[in-house]
């Protein structure tokens, strides 16, 4: 990359740096479409979505006022709330991914918690499996010291969880997930919505991953208890197979939103809002902003449901797939069942240093891009499968792989 980027800031331009730097990029760039680049949630893009984000690009409509975005915010509009009644919610505000949603929930509870003129500030509390971007954005926000409960098994056990409410004092909110990052494990939705309910906790669901479920019919199911969240986390730049960054949060009740309302003249002056022109500043912590609806947009209606929903199942299914093939292996261990689209496992016997050095050879020799997770005391190597056109003999190829990497040539 040095060689092909030679001076940064060269006193005379150089009209062929677009072709060097996207050669040397495509050179050496971890390919979500490679079949083996499986590390982590990170998916190859559509190409009707790609395509959607270039003209967003060239058009490049600003989402701060109207003004700049007319087109843009309309559709913006209509497309957020039908996202979000997809998951029984009335608005859903469009971010640059999980870590950004996550924050806008954090911060809408600080915010609904203050107007409601409850005693004290509201503390997170969450699984030890939560998404470090929840902890990160309590921090950021000033919360309290967030409380974590252990979770041996994964996910978040209701007893371990109702026993926390129980004693702590003082307003509470309860994140659960819909997908783990290390593992795609659900927590139990609707037993920790009861208990929300019961202890009057408010409730936050992270679906960054476990969200695009929402689109197969066979799936679905597994998310039962989201619709019951305050707020939810989508994430399309996962299992939506959109070019980052394609985030969405969730909001049920139309009041939370009134925290992020807040005015400056030049973008939404009080007159123009009052003669009709849309404001659009209360809809993101943000001032300029990306398009990002438009690749929205244009894939939900390319694919449709079904296609979205046949995507899903196709890596659901495939994932399945390699974890028959894992546990009829004799030289691997399977960690579990997959319960989304990630495959946990370990060559068998095998020490957690052979595991970090198998990881790291095949990235060395540029074979394959797994990642690891550590789960149950031991490392794990792990496939996310987010690639539709993953075929089962790619995988096979992949543990052929593991195993010459656990036994390299001298
Ligand atoms: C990926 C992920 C996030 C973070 O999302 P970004 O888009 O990377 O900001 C948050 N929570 C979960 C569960 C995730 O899998």
Redesign the pocket.
């Known amino acids: 990359m040095r060689d092909a980027l030679g001076e940064v800031l060269p006193v005379e331009g150089e009209p062929d740096a677009l072709h060097r730097l996207v050669r040397a990029l495509t050179a050496g760039t971890a390919d979500p479409a490679d079949p083996l680049c499986a590390a982590h ?1 990170h998916t190859p893009p559509l190409a009707v979505a790609t395509a959607a984000d270039l003209a967003a690009s060239a058009l490049n409509p600003s989402l701060d006022s109207w003004d700049q975005a007319p087109a843009a915010s309309a559709l913006e509009a209509l497309v957020t709330r039908a996202l979000a009644a997809e998951v029984h919610a009335v608005d859903a505000l469009v971010t640059t ?4 949603s ?1 924050q806008l929930a954090l911060l809408l509870a600080r915010e609904a918690q203050r107007q409601a003129q409850g005693h004290g500030a509201i503390r997170l509390v969450c699984g030890e499996n939560a ?1 470090h ?1 929840l902890p990160r954005a309590a921090w950021l926000l000033g919360l309290p010291e967030p409380v974590t409960i252990p979770t041996p098994a994964g996910t978040l056990d209701p007893a371990a969880l109702d026993d926390a409410l129980t004693q702590l004092q003082g307003p509470l909110l309860v994140a659960a ?1 819909a ?3 290390d593992a795609g494990l659900i927590d139990p939705l609707p037993e920790i919505a009861e208990l929300c309910e019961a202890h009057g906790a408010r409730l936050h669901i ?1 679906a ?2 476990g969200g695009g479920l929402l689109f197969s019919d066979r799936r679905r199911a597994q998310l039962d208890g989201l619709t019951r969240a305050h707020t939810i ?1 989508l ?1 399309l ?2 299992l939506g197979w959109q070019p980052v960054a394609a ?1 969405l949060l969730a909001v049920r009740d139309q009041a939370d939103l009134a925290a992020l309302r807040h005015q400056a003249d030049y973008l939404n002056a009080d007159d123009d809002t009052e003669a009709g022109l849309p404001d659009l500043l209360g809809r993101s912590a943000r001032t300029t902003r990306r398009p990002d609806i438009l690749k929205i947009a244009v894939t939900l209606k390319t694919l449709g449901r079904t296609g979205l929903g046949a995507l899903v199942d196709q890596v659901c299914d495939l994932a399945q797939e390699f974890a028959a093939l894992i546990e009829t292996h004799p030289g691997f261990e399977l960690y579990d069942r997959p319960t989304i689209s990630t495959v946990l496992f370990r060559p068998a016997g095998a020490s957690d240093d052979t595991v970090a050095a198998v990881r790291r050879q095949l990235l060395h020799d540029g074979r394959a891009v797994i990642g690891r997770a550590a789960l149950d005391g031991c490392r794990w190597l792990k496939a996310t499968l987010l690639n539709p056109h993953t075929r089962p003999g790619d995988l096979t190829a992949l543990l052929k792989l593991v195993e010459l990497a656990q036994h390299p040539h001298p």
């Not at 991914?97 to 950004?100: F, N």
């Open positions: 949630l991914g999980g870590t950004e996550n998404h971007s997930t997908g783990t990052t992270d960054a991953y986390t994430d730049h996962k985030g």
